[in-house]
């Protein structure tokens, strides 16, 4: 079964600095790549999503970019803010109507 | 009010326990999960559904059980609890044709 990676496990940036967040997965099959945003006592929300036929999307301050060659995916966060502090998960599944399966989160703080 | 509400929000209980978490959702989706959350593990997936007749095992079902009462309605049970299902459980709900997920506000269930 499909198994994701994401490094690192904590991350602490300069407010107004980039952070970036990378991944791994492991099956070939997978085509649909979204991440999630946790923030302190929620449940993890929708941010940006990526699919196999695209290299790079980009949202505002937030982009993903994708290499399928290597079953690379990252997020991008440009001009970081205090509200960007919060616990970030990647996610791969075969296609956009099927499970997918998390890494392990990536804590993010936003020094100010 | 919520969308994806679960209940109850915090339990605690003794080992060989049964306890039941309930979620429901007014989303109207036909997709729903159970996952728990553990400190560096991510979000593992328990059970899904995909209909009020399908039920899946996830990666980690050992131990627990489900039932999809209703479209709206989806139960978590663990017959005879234990210390290491310690954790913090979420529901999710997602429809047919994108699988953006969209999660409970989670339930912390500690075992004694």
């Known amino acids: 079964g499909e198994n994701v990676e994401q490094h690192p496990s904590t991350l602490s940036v300069q407010e107004g600095d980039s952070a970036v967040i990378k991944c791994t997965y492991s099956?070939?099959?997978?085509?649909?790549f979204p991440w999630y945003k946790q923030e302190l006592g929620k449940g993890p929300q929708l941010i940006i999503d990526i699919r196999s036929n695209v290299g790079e999307k980009k949202d505002q301050r937030i982009a993903v970019t994708l290499n399928k060659t290597a079953k690379h995916f990252s997020l991008h966060i440009t001009e970081t803010q205090p509200e960007d502090s919060a616990v970030y998960f990647c996610a791969a599944a075969e296609t956009s109507y099927d499970k997918v399966i998390f890494g392990p989160g990536t804590s993010l703080s936003v020094i100010p | 009010d919520a969308d994806v509400t679960q209940t109850p929000r915090n339990r605690i209980t003794k080992t060989g326990k049964r306890i039941m978490l309930e979620c429901s959702q007014t989303k109207g989706h036909d997709r729903m999960y159970w996952y728990r959350q553990d400190p560096g593990l991510g979000l593992r997936l328990i059970y899904y559904s995909f209909d009020v007749k399908d039920i899946n095992k996830g990666e980690i079902s050992d131990g627990y059980s489900v039932s999809r009462q209703a479209q709206a309605k989806f139960s978590l049970s663990l017959e005879s609890a234990i210390p290491n299902q310690t954790a913090l459980y979420f529901c999710a709900t997602s429809d047919s044709l994108y699988n953006e997920q969209f999660f409970g506000p989670g339930t912390r269930l500690t075992v004694l």
């Open positions: 099956d070939s099959a997978s085509n649909y």
